[in-house]
């Protein structure tokens, strides 16, 4: 065993040829180099940083069902759930390379939960029209039932489908219109092309829009 602190554990289960001391008398650098991976991996003893392999410890097998103790909150992005039931901000980007999924940086962290939460569920329908409903939900927050697809099979030309959703409020209608094309686009089959539309309702009190959320009463209005 290591007897120095400043020294890796892993070297003791290196061969000997890379256990050879230096010139200054002991294994200085190799040694030093796998701190960090021990760091991140299991641990240097610092209870406030744990390792994966502390943090995942409670992943037990039982009956051939997998228990977590503890460390499900870890897989859980969790929206609107309490800090301490859920992933830390700063492992949804660990998350999100679990399911294929590229976290865009004008996401804030609610988000990232919630598109977390809902994008495995339509992958199980992808390639079908219900499924890419469900992944524009997902990303545009909108409901399922906000968006139409059309395959035009009865009177529209071949290969050619429409898009239209139903989004709350106009203030990100650019944004979310940014977002919307990006996922058709990467989901479509290759030999199509589509139409998409956007609608914003009119204000109907208590239904379609809230007053200090998307509607502004009495706003003054700017003139050059």
Known sequence: MSDDESLSRYLDDLPALYRQESAGGRPDFFGRFLLAFEHVLTGVGNASHPGLEEILEGIVTENGAVRMAGADRYLTPGPAAADAERAPAEFLEWLSGWVALTLRDDWNDEERRRILAEIVPAYSRRGTPDGLKQILA????????AITIDDGTESGPAHHFTVSAVIPGAAELARRRAILQAI???EKPAHTYYELFLETPTMQVGRTSSVGK??????PIQRP
């Open 138 to 145: 997902a990303f545009s927050g909108v409901s399922v039932g």
């Open 184 to 186: 058709v686009d990467m």
């Open 214 to 219: 998307d509607t502004v009463i009495g706003a």
